[in-house]
């Protein structure tokens, strides 16, 4: 497929924690936007062939962009693979993304590829987003609190 990025992340977190970060709704809305957007989670059912339906909310616009799909493979703490599209005529094509976790010595390593981005987005912001994404993840699982 063309149109597509490649991520690397090292996340002091454990593995298990960091795909919970992803297959945890709320935990996911948290961190997916990039700054400056709200996620709504219309539903979203976390299981291999379960689809989800989700918008990203401009803040300062106030306008949506919906999308939806499905769940293709999961491997607790090791593998997500799902595909989505826009529900914006536009913005055709379907988008594949593979999310790999493994564990490393001081946590979590990430590889995340996501092809097919519809031409009308710029790779690079795309890229961009991702990159402020994986941002506010970190922030999600790195700290470590303890129970009260």
Known sequence: ????????????????????????????????????????????????????????LNFSTEKTQSFGGDFLEIM??????????????????????????????CGTELHIVQEGIPAMIPVEMCYLGWQESLEKLKKLVEPIIPDA
């Open 1 to 56: 497929m063309s149109n597509s990025i490649t991520l690397h992340r090292i996340l002091t977190s454990p593995q298990e924690k960091t795909f919970r970060a992803f297959s945890n709704t709320e935990a996911f809305c948290s961190w997916l936007p990039p700054y400056g957007f709200i996620c709504i989670a219309h539903h979203r059912e976390f299981r291999v062939g379960g689809s989800f339906k989700m918008s990203f």
């Open 76 to 105: 607790p703490n090791e593998l997500i693979r799902y595909r989505d599209r826009f529900d914006d005529p536009t913005l055709t094509g379907e988008m594949l993304t593979t999310i790999k976790f493994s564990k490393v010595s």
